[in-house]
T-cell receptor
Framework: GENVEQHPSTLSVQEGDSAVIKCTYS??????FPWYKQELGKRPQLIID?????GEKKDQRIAVTLNKTAKHFSLHITETQPEDSAVYFC????????????FGPGTRLSVLP | KAGVTQTPRYLIKTRGQQVTLSCSPI?????VSWYQQTPGQGLQFLFE???????NKGNFPGRFSGRQFSNSRSEMNVSTLELGDSALYLC??????????????FGNGTRLTVT
């Protein structure tokens, strides 16, 4: 089955700096890769996603890149702000048999003022 | 549009008991998935229901079961509770049709504590 690894497990950056979180997946059939942000005590919320027919997607300060050959995808946050502090989860899914997402273990991002 | 609603928010149960958690998806969403979240194991997939049928199942013992009703609402049941079942149980709905790969919309979860 699918296995998703995520690095780093914790990340501290200064406000205004960039943050990069990387995930690798094992199943070459996976074709959908969402990223979720979970603030303390709150629900995970989708922040950006990418499908396998696209190499990069950007939404304001957030971007995701996908390398299908190497089976990894990364989240890039630029100009970080204190409200970006949260746990970020990547996930992978092949979708042929419904909704079956495998999540990475999460990255705790701290943005220091 | 109302979000995914889970009840109750908190539950305290004793080992050996059983528990039922409820989830109401976003209106129009026919897929409901359940996840277990723990500090050590992250988000683990339990199962997915679509049109009242279990479409996918994760690697959890048979003590974990679920069902979906004709209005897409879903329930999850855990029987013979163990201490290790203490976790946040998250329900997520999505608008997916016959296939998959639609964004998950999570509820706030039910925090289950087993003593």
């Amino acid at each position: 089955g699918e296995n998703v690894e995520q690095h780093p497990s914790t990340l501290s950056v200064q406000e205004g700096d960039s943050a990069v979180i990387k995930c690798t997946y094992s199943d070459s059939a996976s074709n959908y890769f969402p990223w979720y942000k979970q603030e303390l005590g709150k629900r995970p919320q989708l922040i950006i996603d990418i499908r396998s027919n696209v190499g990069e997607k950007k939404d304001q300060r957030i971007a995701v890149t996908l390398n299908k050959t190497a089976k990894h995808f990364s989240l890039h946050i630029t100009e970080t702000q204190p409200e970006d502090s949260a746990v970020y989860f990547c996930a992978a899914s092949e979708g042929n048999y419904g909704q079956n997402f495998v999540f990475g273990p999460g990255t705790r991002l701290s943005v220091l003022p | 549009k109302a979000g995914v609603t889970q009840t109750p928010r908190y539950l305290i149960k004793t080992r050996g008991q059983q528990v039922t958690l409820s989830c109401s998806p976003i209106s129009g969403h026919r897929s409901v998935s359940w996840y277990q979240q723990t500090p050590g194991q992250g988000l683990q997939f339990l199962f997915e229901y679509f049109s009242e049928t279990q479409r996918n199942k994760g690697n959890f013992p048979g003590r974990f079961s679920g069902r979906q009703f004709s209005n897409s609402r879903s329930e999850m049941n855990v029987s013979t509770l163990e201490l290790g079942d203490s976790a946040l149980y998250l329900c997520a709905s999505s608008i997916t049709g016959g296939g998959g790969n639609s964004p998950l919309h999570f509820g706030n979860g039910t925090r289950l504590t087993v003593t």
